[in-house]
């Protein structure tokens, strides 16, 4: 049996084994099954109107009696620039017409950062999740301390000390250690500014060194041995993500779970082409010809992401699959295809506990 540490003894959970967040892959079935095997499964809810990110919890609540945790985006509102987005549109055009669809005349600002959403807020405070995490940021001093007021658990992204040193001095009460290896979107605050790309393990080091918080260590960790691992680096839990997308209960298509188990996910890259922030995914034609000319910049978050959207849901009408964001850590070739709480279960074995 695992001895709690105070991570898990403050949280509430039996394990320390968190389930990434993952807007758009994660679901109340995925966080309701880690959540019931002993773990913290999580929603991400960046990506979500607050009618939807409401119905989440609530379903998530009719599937468990366990602590969850709700995660944000904290970005920058995007810096809207015509002449960029219309280079950036200009960029993407061969993509375009090779699918036979006109490239957009607009694009839009798809997702309404938590800094300047005060419904999302609202409705946090008054649904009261157990945890609530920040990426690629953090909010306000008085949003922080109306949740925590509220008893409210809560965790933030870090790339570097520096970002971890914004989040213990604005009262954060963990830290989750995000290193170049892990898969999907960097929690990086400034996107622009020079990136290190610490590893998992280097990044978490530094920070159980000069933290009095509780460190959470991802990146690239798929199986107990990866768990065990960053425990023994002084992590007081492990933060999963590709490990639980080939989950049945996750929403990822057929496609994407099909190229996480095949060659495919032997090859990912650190990429701005999707969305302008840095993300890990599967190599495709996307992020190939993104990356193509680094003289053209693409628009700013999120607004580059809704050309990426666009571009794969034209594509998809064909059954063509290579324009997808298939978001991927390092670590996808050890993930096994399992069902949530069987995972968690052969995690917790592995780990000897």
């Not at 065990?228 to 680096?233: I, N, V």
Request: glycine share 6%; with cysteine; aromatic share 6%.
């Amino acid at each position: 049996m695992y001895k709690q540490n105070r991570f898990c003894s403050d949280v509430g959970i039996q394990y320390p084994i968190i389930q990434a967040p993952m807007a758009g892959v994660s679901t109340p079935a995925l966080a309701a099954a880690v959540s019931n095997a002993g773990g913290l499964g999580s929603l991400g809810i960046g990506a979500s109107d607050v009618k939807s990110a409401r119905k989440l919890i609530e379903d998530t609540r009719s599937l468990t009696n366990k602590p969850f945790n709700v995660n944000v985006f904290c970005h920058e509102p995007a810096s809207r620039n015509d002449q960029v987005e219309r280079a950036w549109l200009a960029h993407l055009s061969p993509l375009f017409a090779e699918l036979d669809e006109m490239v957009p005349e607009t694009l839009n600002e798809i997702y309404t950062s938590f800094i300047s959403s005060d419904d999302v807020f609202d409705m946090l405070v008054e649904t009261k999740p157990a945890v609530v995490s920040f990426h690629f940021g953090l909010p306000s001093d008085e949003k922080i301390h109306a949740l925590k007021k509220r008893g409210i658990y809560t965790i933030a992204t870090a790339t570097n000390p520096d970002e971890a040193r914004f989040v213990e001095d604005s009262g954060i009460n963990a830290i989750v250690a995000q290193g170049i290896e892990a898969g999907g979107h960097r929690g990086i605050f400034e996107p622009n500014a020079t990136d290190e790309k610490l590893t998992t393990s280097v990044l978490t080091r530094k920070l159980v060194a000069q933290s009095s918080l509780p460190i959470i260590a991802a990146g690239g960790i798929v199986d107990g041995a990866g768990i065990k691992a960053a425990m023994h680096l002084g992590a007081e839990a492990a933060q999963l993500g590709t490990a639980f997308i080939v989950c049945p209960e996750s929403a990822a298509s057929n496609d994407y779970r099909a190229a996480l188990t095949s060659e495919r996910s032997l090859k990912t890259k650190l990429t701005s082409a999707i969305s302008d922030r840095p993300a890990r995914g599967i190599v495709n034609r996307l992020i190939c010809h993104g990356d193509s000319d680094k003289t053209v910049l693409p628009a700013s978050y999120p607004v580059a992401y809704d050309a990426a959207k666009k571009l794969h849901s034209a594509a998809s009408k064909q059954d063509n699959f290579d324009f997808a964001a298939y978001w991927s850590g390092q670590g996808a070739p050890l993930k096994r295809a399992l069902p949530a709480d069987t995972l968690v279960k052969l995690l917790v074995n592995e780990c000897n506990w």
